[in-house]
């Protein structure tokens, strides 16, 4: 089931996009199935249950995604081992992020969150909030800012997902143009399973994709 459900998707996904397996609540059996079946970026959103996946699997050659809210208290389960940490969502996080890697001597690799859904609950930068985070880059010698990550409305309306997905996309092509020193900024993490079709009409680089490869989360 995980191995024709990964297969069946990639042979959707253009070759530059990267698939994020979500596999936040599975067990670590299901993700060395998905590893067998050829994947290898796994994302998780809850800071304990990341750093014991990764030490349970630390015999498979997996590239860790934090995709959830990160509390600066628990900055230690996660950035040692992150390859990306998609969700940095507010000033009082990057600035811990970067007194976390100048003091362990390490460069995090980050994308900045940006509200674009409806919801008031989603987490999340302002665009006038990144902007100015990026006019101060400088600043963050431990950081390597490499992109946007955005969650559209959650809504069944397309037309309302695609507004959502062309905003980001225009923003991170603003930005790319205002910020041509900052020669990593190429992410766009957008598109999870009921959308991610849709995110790639709108230059997604990675796909974060749990339900379509798993099933139903196992609370």
């Not at 459900?5 to 596999?23: D, F, M, N, R, T």
């Not at 059996?29 to 249950?49: C, H, S």
């Not at 699997?57 to 230690?76: A, C, P, R, V, Y």
């Not at 999340?124 to 400088?138: P, Y």
């Amino acid at each position: 089931m995980i191995k024709e459900q990964i297969i069946a998707i990639k042979q959707e996904l253009p070759p530059e996009v990267k698939l994020v397996a979500v596999s936040k609540f599975h067990p670590e059996e299901a993700i060395r199935e998905a590893y067998a079946a050829g994947q290898r970026a796994f994302g998780e959103n809850r800071p304990q249950e990341f750093a014991a996946k990764v030490e349970a699997l630390k015999d498979l050659d997996l590239e860790w995604h934090f995709i959830g809210h990160l509390q600066t208290n628990k900055l230690k389960l996660v950035l040692p081992y992150a390859h990306l940490v998609q969700s940095v969502d507010s000033q009082h996080l990057l600035d811990a992020i970067q007194d976390w890697g100048k003091a362990n001597d390490k460069v995090i690799r980050v994308l900045l969150e940006l509200h674009i859904g409806a919801e008031e609950t989603k987490q999340g930068f302002k665009e006038e909030e990144v902007r100015d985070i990026l006019f101060r880059a400088e600043k963050y010698k431990n950081i390597r800012f490499c992109g946007l990550m955005g969650m559209a409305s959650h809504t069944d309306c397309e037309e309302d997902i695609r507004a959502d997905f062309a905003r980001i996309a225009d923003f991170r092509a603003y930005l790319q143009d205002l910020f041509p020193e900052l020669a990593d900024f190429k992410e766009l993490s957008i598109g999870m399973s009921g959308d991610w079709k849709i995110a790639l009409d709108y230059g997604a680089t990675i796909v974060r994709i749990g339900t379509a490869i798993f099933g139903e989360r196992q609370y």
